[in-house]
């Protein structure tokens, strides 16, 4: 099992440009999660998902879609990026909202 | 919603010593408390987690306890070794069917040899 995996690992965007993040799981788990991680700080969820078809709001939503079309995978949108969204974004999934597993991070910096 | 409180944000302590990190929350509802680490460039990656029906779990050197009354709970790790070296996560879950974890705002625990 590959776990979670992330594209890109890092990427540089402009000011008001726009830009997905992927994440795939393969170990079937119905839980997806979305997080930012400023530098020297927690993590902030951004959308989750309780299964394909269902996503919702976390704490900081903000300048972010998603959607879950299928149990895999769960894309993170950022439509006019702005320089407050340079971070990393770790996507995450569990089994019935036990252990999160965490993708490998992608390093975001929005010029 | 759930507030966690963790503390202390840095801390240092000789090879071999013992180090504690504590977190509280908010939310009696809380029935679910993982630890994460997460080293340097890496992702969290869960140590241990206890649940609210247990007041204590163990795991070689590291191990969690659970005050449910003073809503605390705490990470000791013992005979620490420089690969203890990270930043520590407290986390709190909510059962409420969105099965959300709070996250505590990080500890960067640093051994010295």
């Given at each position: 099992n590959a776990g979670v995996t992330?594209?890109?690992k890092f990427r540089i965007l402009k000011i008001g440009q726009s830009m997905t993040l992927q994440c795939t799981q393969d170990m079937n788990h119905n839980y997806?999660?979305?997080y930012r991680q400023d530098p020297g700080m927690g993590l902030k969820l951004i959308y989750y998902?309780?299964?394909a078809?269902?996503?919702?709001?976390g704490e900081v939503p903000n300048g972010y879609n998603v959607s879950r079309s299928t149990t895999e995978d769960f894309p993170l949108r950022l439509e006019l990026a702005a320089p407050s969204q340079t971070s990393v974004y770790f996507c995450a999934s569990?089994?019935?909202g036990n252990e999160q597993f965490f993708g490998p991070g992608t390093r975001l910096t929005v010029l | 919603?759930?507030?966690v409180e963790q503390h202390p944000s840095t801390l240092s302590v000789q090879e071999g010593d013992s180090a504690v990190i504590k977190c509280t929350y908010s939310d009696s509802a809380s029935n679910y408390f993982p630890w994460y680490k997460q080293e340097l460039g890496k992702r969290p990656q869960l140590i241990i987690d206890i649940r609210s029906n247990v007041g204590?779990?163990?795991?070689?050197?590291?191990a969690v306890t659970l005050n449910k009354t003073a809503k605390h709970f705490s990470l000791h790790?013992?005979?620490?070794q420089p690969e203890d070296s990270a930043v520590y996560f407290c986390a709190a879950r909510v059962v409420d069917g969105n099965e959300k974890l709070t996250f505590g705002t990080g500890t960067r625990l640093t051994i010295i040899p």
């Open positions: 992330q594209t890109p997806m999660y979305w998902s309780v299964g078809g269902i996503t919702d709001k569990s089994y019935l | 919603g759930e507030n204590e779990k163990k795991d070689q050197r590291i790790i013992t005979e620490t």
